[in-house]
């Protein structure tokens, strides 16, 4: 069995604001293990199940946050920023699931550290008028190579998104939000048990039934940034186009189109912040 898993560092028990986030913080080292640990977690129970081949993408920020020598060593781990799928780099059609952890809910909503993809930059982004979030497009993403995503874990807030966009997946709770940051974590040796059991009974009982998220044909992308200038600067994109001051718009051939032009928008949106 083959499993692709996609891991993100907000959605991780213990870590509840920007000193856990940033390089620059005095707890990042902490979180960074904490991380490690809870994929490490997900890898046991999968090895348990066989899990034969395993690959872990880093997703978060520099995506450097995984520390290589604590990981499993029969997993194969993506490391390092401005990779062509972002989140979802290394996904193929030779997986057999998807896996997200530590993932969050998105913007503008009342999950611990809640963002979509760049939290300086991005107010919200919607695909064909609905908002979504990371964890719903990169789900797409995974979709369109029929790839299932069977399990995500993060906060409860997250879980109700989770349940919204596909009841069938499998959400573990590993903390709740009290405000964007606060939380009350779940210590961390419960929740490596928890995800080890939890990804164990899944890929047992719920392989087959979870099926991939998919969006067919055309998609239209909207992005909105926190400012005019943001969008302004994203018109070097051939087919964006204006939509209000600060929200642009751009039709997609597929959904690897638009998560490839979404990560563009993001990338010159970002530039006017030097």
């Known amino acids: ?32 293990r904490l991380m490690t640990n809870e994929v490490n977690a997900v890898v046991k129970g ?5 899990g034969r081949e395993i690959l872990v993408n880093d997703s978060h920020g520099p995506m450097t946050n995984i520390i290589i020598e604590e990981l499993d060593e029969d997993v194969k781990l993506i490391s390092g920023n401005k990779k062509l799928l972002g989140m979802m780099e290394g996904i193929d059609k030779t997986y057999d699931a998807a896996i997200f952890i530590g993932y969050h809910a ?6 611990v550290l809640s963002h979509s993809y760049h939290g300086a930059v991005v107010s ?6 609905n908002a979504i979030g990371e964890f719903e497009f ?14 995500v874990s993060g906060d409860d807030i997250l879980s109700k998104q989770v349940k919204t966009f596909n009841e069938d ?53 909207e992005v909105a940034f926190m400012n005019n200038g943001m969008a302004e600067s994203t018109l070097f994109i051939p087919g964006v186009e204006i939509v209000s001051p600060n929200r642009v718009k751009y039709t997609a051939k ?15 949106a970002a530039s006017t912040l030097k």
């Open 1 to 32: 069995m083959k499993i692709y898993i996609s891991a993100d560092i907000e959605g991780i028990s213990g870590v509840v604001n920007n000193t856990h986030t940033s390089q620059d913080g005095y707890d990042y080292n902490r979180a960074r």
């Open 46 to 50: 999968l090895k348990a199940t066989g």
């Open 106 to 111: 998105r913007h503008n909503t009342s999950g």
């Open 124 to 129: 919200e982004v919607k695909l064909n008028g």
């Open 138 to 151: 990169n789900s797409l993403v995974a979709g369109y190579f029929d790839i299932p995503v069977v399990l």
């Open 169 to 221: 997946i499998e959400s573990v709770i590993v903390k709740r939000a009290h405000s964007r940051y606060t939380a009350e974590c779940i210590h961390p040796k419960k929740v490596y048990k928890i995800l080890e059991e939890k990804i164990s009974e899944t890929i047992s009982k719920k392989l087959d039934i979870i099926k991939p998220c998919k969006i067919e044909g055309k998609v239209e992308l």
């Open 254 to 268: 597929d959904i690897i189109e638009a998560y490839k032009v979404r990560i563009a928008l993001t990338i010159l």
